[in-house]
């Protein structure tokens, strides 16, 4: 193992024990943890993935991820947290890319453009919400990542927003329908997102004004 492999590891294992140490929720809401953020940037300098969005690295990048942390919320729980007036527990939160070839019926489904080209990834952002005395929710918004040729950054939009009860009042297997809500295409904003580490195991994303996300496997 050379000295930046095991620095690497090192620094791996600091940042998941950091985060770890934290309530799973504490860990993705607003939040000052400098530490991390520290620990964050020296693995970015350690990136053994250059060009992480460029089409042959899409196998270690491409599935599901879960979001262990988050230094200012994301879309989903941002969104969730100014509709409903009650608090709102997070389980869980995962994001789900998708290449060209598994993109057909999450488009056509989820309201995304038809304008992007082949080299978009759509990406599925979720989360699992608990609301007090009503049961449980899974809250997702469907969007694309459009990469820029330099391979690491991309412009987002995201098409629609959906919510599901899948439990309601402690009951499950309801089966109740999902409600989606299109995003009109004059009313998108697009965003820029920068994936500054990428291994097989661990991902780094930043939003435009330095929002840090970190993903698992």
Not at 32 to 53: G, K, R, V
Not at 83 to 92: K, S, T, Y
Not at 177 to 197: C, D, G, H, K
Not at 201 to 208: I, K
């Amino acid at each position: 193992m050379t000295p930046v492999h095991r620095r690497r590891a090192q620094l791996k294992t600091q940042l998941l024990q950091q985060i770890d140490a934290l309530e799973p929720e504490a860990a993705i809401l607003p939040a000052e943890h400098p530490a991390i953020d520290q620990i964050i940037c020296e693995l970015e300098a350690l990136n053994p993935i250059d060009q992480p969005l460029r089409q042959e690295h899409w196998p270690m990048l491409l599935g599901s991820w879960a979001l262990v942390y988050a230094s200012r919320g994301t879309v989903v729980t941002r969104r969730i947290s100014r509709q409903f007036p009650v608090p709102v527990g997070i389980q869980r939160v995962w994001q789900r890319l998708t290449g060209p070839e598994g993109q057909g019926n999450l488009l056509k489904d989820r309201g995304a453009s038809k304008t992007q080209g082949l080299g978009a990834i759509a990406t599925e952002n979720g989360a699992v919400l608990s609301l007090p005395f009503l049961g449980e929710l899974t809250a997702t918004a469907q969007g694309i990542w459009q990469p820029y040729e330099e391979g690491e950054s991309a412009r987002v939009s995201f098409g629609a927003f959906s919510v599901q009860a899948t439990r309601l009042l402690g009951i499950t297997g309801l089966n109740l329908p999902q409600i989606t809500l299109p995003v009109l295409e004059f009313l998108r904003q697009e965003a820029l997102w920068i994936t500054s580490y990428l291994d097989e195991d661990l991902r780094f994303g930043r939003g435009a004004t330095g929002n840090l996300f970190v993903f698992r496997r």
